[in-house]
């Protein structure tokens, strides 16, 4: 077993709510334990936006949602979970308190990581009795979205927890980087915290103000970072001549006193009061919900985009989510085998996303090609046209497509997609799909594609493998017996 079965979450507050949400849109229940007189509602606004934060980020068939239940006590709370979070207020007094009560009524098994961002495993499992099993699982903000637990062992924890940690996270979409040493704030938070400080001076001293700190992150560095860090970011820097030259070129600045990184600003109540100002000047307009809710559609954008990078490899967090959805789609890509195939097979439901529109509030056009793409991908995936079928070095290639737009999808259209084979050979396949109105039925958008099949490796067209005809054919002769589609066969401006 490698995947979490089930999973308990101590402190639902924004970290605790989204390792609840990364945890039931994986399909696994979750266990809540919070005092907080409005857990509930705020764990459930948190799931919320994540659920519409997933609508964007894939189309592939996530697991049934987990169920989530909430439990006056800790102990009732980590019964029977094999994964339990803590992620209550960062005090170490309330977190080892915490951390024992949760040792002392789990099963002896049960993975126990704290969502600490600081504070030393090995001060946390001081006294529990099972400490090998209590680690560090440092994840960032929003959990359900950005991929990344840094996973840090105490001077107790066993190396396979780490490991195992490590396995059970990667179903779920998440990647654990497990740290030689434990050392305060780990990895992530010491650098935010470097340049936490010397953003602080740059207020403090007026060079700018906090909307212009943060165009300077977001317009330049910040994005290479994302999908590229800083070490191989300055890698490149150093041109042809890699690492050693730009550490011997830019090297000695580091003794020029460009930084306040050890001289510590003063926060007293004008400079607060200085950037609570800018800050409300920035963003305050805007509640938290609905900026939450923004940076959901731009992480979303960024790794969809980073998906795709390197020849369609993935990249950095888009390699993440790439394998994610291998994973969904392996688990649930098969739950179309049970279609009646004497109709137009309906293989995609969806619906239009904010990341899906135009200024109009209407659906981008190449949005519909990537339906139709999908819906192609799910008929492959039905005749065992899978992505080990395509690793091993064959696919079919759509070679022709004919696109109608016939009405308008908007934002929050609720749709489906339906498939009608047209003919088949050992080489091709030419089907017609629609995209349809979920709520009205009406025909949105049509496609007429042909496909080919080929040996990738080669570069040329082969005949598809008997066991891929075999599960195509009764499709096939199925709908043979349907009326052709209305709209086969037109040329691009033939009246109707």
């Known amino acids: 077993m490698t995947g979490i079965q089930k999973a308990a979450c101590i402190g639902g507050g924004v970290i605790g709510g989204a390792w609840a949400a990364r945890f039931l849109l994986g399909g696994i229940d979750v266990s809540m334990y919070d005092p907080?007189?409005?857990?509930?509602?705020?764990?459930?606004?948190?799931?919320?936006?994540?659920?519409?934060?997933?609508?964007?980020?894939?189309?592939?068939?996530?697991?049934?949602?987990?169920?989530?239940?909430?439990?006056?006590?800790?102990?009732?709370?980590?019964?029977?979970?094999?994964?339990?979070?803590?992620?209550?207020p960062e005090r170490v007094d309330l977190k080892r308190g915490v951390l024992t009560q949760i040792d002392a009524a789990a099963d002896p098994k049960a993975l126990i990581g704290s969502s600490t961002s600081g504070i030393m495993p090995t001060e946390l499992q001081r006294d529990m009795k099972h400490p090998e099993r209590m680690f560090v699982a440092h994840p960032y903000n929003p959990v359900y979205l950005l991929p990344l637990a840094e996973l840090v062992g105490g001077t107790k924890t066993s190396p396979e927890t780490l490991e195992l940690a490590k396995a059970r996270l990667a179903p779920i979409g998440m990647i654990g980087v497990i740290l030689k040493k434990e050392i305060e704030a780990f990895v992530g938070d010491r650098l935010l915290?470097?340049?936490?400080?010397?953003?602080?001076?740059?207020?403090?001293?007026?060079?700018?103000?906090?909307?212009t700190l943060d165009d300077v992150i977001r317009y330049s560095f910040g994005i290479r970072w994302a999908q590229m860090g800083m070490f191989e970011t300055y890698r490149i820097a150093g041109g042809e001549a890699g690492m050693r030259h730009f550490l011997a070129q830019f090297g000695p600045c580091l003794s020029w006193p460009w930084t306040k990184l050890t001289d510590v600003v003063d926060l007293d109540d004008a400079l607060v009061d200085k950037i609570a100002g800018q800050s409300d000047a920035q963003s305050g307009a805007r509640g938290i919900r609905e900026l939450e809710r923004i940076r959901d559609e731009n992480l979303v954008g960024i790794m969809q985009a980073l998906k795709g990078a390197?020849?369609?490899?993935?990249?950095?967090?888009?390699?993440?989510?790439?394998?994610?959805?291998?994973?969904?789609?392996?688990?649930?890509?098969?739950?179309?085998?049970?279609?009646?195939?004497?109709?137009?097979?309906?293989?995609?439901?969806?619906?239009v996303s904010p990341a899906w529109v135009d200024y109009n509030g209407h659906m981008t056009e190449h949005r519909y090609l990537q339906v139709f793409g999908d819906t192609s991908d799910a008929l492959l995936r039905l005749i065992g046209v899978d992505f080990a079928y395509v690793e091993a070095g064959h696919s079919y290639y759509t070679v022709e497509t004919h696109i109608r737009h016939l009405g308008e999808a908007k934002l929050g259209t609720k749709l489906y997609a339906t498939l009608q084979l047209l003919s088949t050979d050992d080489k091709r396949i030419r089907f017609f799909t629609t995209i349809h109105d979920a709520e009205?039925?009406?025909?949105?958008?049509?496609?007429?594609?042909?496909?080919?099949?080929?040996?990738?490796?080669?570069?040329?067209?082969?005949?598809?493998?008997?066991?891929?005809?075999?599960?195509?054919?009764?499709?096939?002769?199925?709908?043979?017996?349907?009326?052709?589609?209305?709209?086969?066969?037109?040329?691009?401006?033939?009246?109707?």
């Open 310 to 351: 390197d020849g369609g490899k993935g990249w950095g967090a888009g390699k993440i989510l790439g394998d994610f959805e291998k994973h969904l789609w392996a688990k649930g890509g098969a739950k179309k085998d049970h279609l009646d195939p004497s109709a137009p097979l309906r293989l995609i439901d969806t619906k």
């Open 36 to 88: 907080h007189p409005q857990a509930e509602r705020i764990v459930g606004e948190v799931l919320a936006n994540a659920e519409r934060a997933y609508a964007m980020l894939t189309t592939a068939p996530l697991p049934p949602k987990g169920k989530l239940t909430f439990y006056k006590t800790i102990e009732e709370a980590v019964h029977g979970a094999d994964w339990i979070q803590e992620s209550v």
């Open 440 to 496: 009205t039925g009406d025909a949105l958008a049509t496609a007429e594609q042909l496909m080919l099949h080929v040996d990738s490796k080669a570069g040329k067209s082969v005949a598809a493998p008997a066991d891929v005809l075999a599960r195509l054919a009764p499709i096939a002769q199925a709908h043979a017996a349907l009326p052709v589609p209305e709209g086969v066969g037109r040329s691009v401006g033939q009246k109707r």
């Open 193 to 211: 915290e470097a340049v936490w400080r010397e953003g602080l001076w740059l207020i403090h001293d007026d060079i700018c103000d906090t909307e």
